[in-house]
T-cell receptor
């Protein structure tokens, strides 16, 4: 089954304690991205990756890091989480333009609370 | 960068009536406009999309229209049903270069029985 898998689904952590949210896709998509969803603000892009070892900042990258060592994985790293990073996070993947569909497939979401 | 504005933020309709959500975008190079539906506690999922070479697209009870000159596009849901209750997001993207999807803030649609 084609899917994007995020872990964990729920996470409560304390300020300053490093954490990683994993994301994996099995559709061989080149393009992957991370979004955060906050009430009234929609989905805002944090980072994206066009391919292995190619990453770039989205609209709200401060306080986050990513890596793309393999095509299928795109982890989101919070080196020193703060309460303003409490949010619902989604990973998404898309095929390259010209590969038929341009649909973005989303993971199940990760509800992060930083206290 | 691209800026997508979406209205209204909330919409309550009687079952069987129509619902219309409108979005505007700022980047004239955007040429792909998808709509995503997010049910409560679920992930966003694509329900319909349109490319800039088409003015209108329909899929059963949903349709999307695009006005490239005015840089706005709309989602129309006819004969609304309770299962249409969800948050709807519009988005805009170029199908080249950074390929980024920029989303609107979302519309919470409630269908009253």
């Amino acid at each position: 089954e084609a899917q994007v898998t995020q872990n964990p689904r729920y996470l409560i952590t304390v300020t300053g304690k490093k954490l990683t949210v994993t994301c994996s896709q099995n559709m061989n998509h080149e393009y992957m991205s991370w979004y955060r969803q906050d009430p009234g603000l929609g989905l805002r892009q944090i980072y994206y990756s066009m391919n292995v070892e190619v990453t770039d900042k989205g609209d709200v990258p401060e306080g986050y890091k990513v890596s793309r060592k393999e095509k299928r994985n795109f982890p989101l790293i919070l080196e020193s989480p703060s309460p303003n990073q409490t949010s619902l996070y989604f990973c998404a993947s898309r095929p390259e333009p010209g590969q038929g569909t341009t649909e973005a497939f989303f993971g199940q979401g990760t509800r992060l609370t930083v206290v | 960068g691209e800026n997508v504005e979406q209205h209204p933020s909330t919409l309550s309709v009687q079952e069987g009536d129509s619902a219309v959500i409108k979005c505007t975008y700022s980047d004239s190079a955007s040429n792909y406009f998808p709509w995503y539906k997010q049910e409560l506690g679920k992930r966003p999922q694509l329900i319909i999309d349109i490319r800039s070479n088409v003015g209108e697209k329909k899929d059963q009870r949903i349709a999307v229209t695009l006005n490239k000159t005015a840089k706005h596009f709309s989602l129309h849901i006819t004969e609304t049903q309770p299962e249409d209750s969800a948050v709807y997001f519009c988005a805009a993207s170029r199908l080249r270069n950074d390929y980024k999807l920029s989303f609107g803030a979302g519309t919470t649609v409630t269908v009253r029985a």
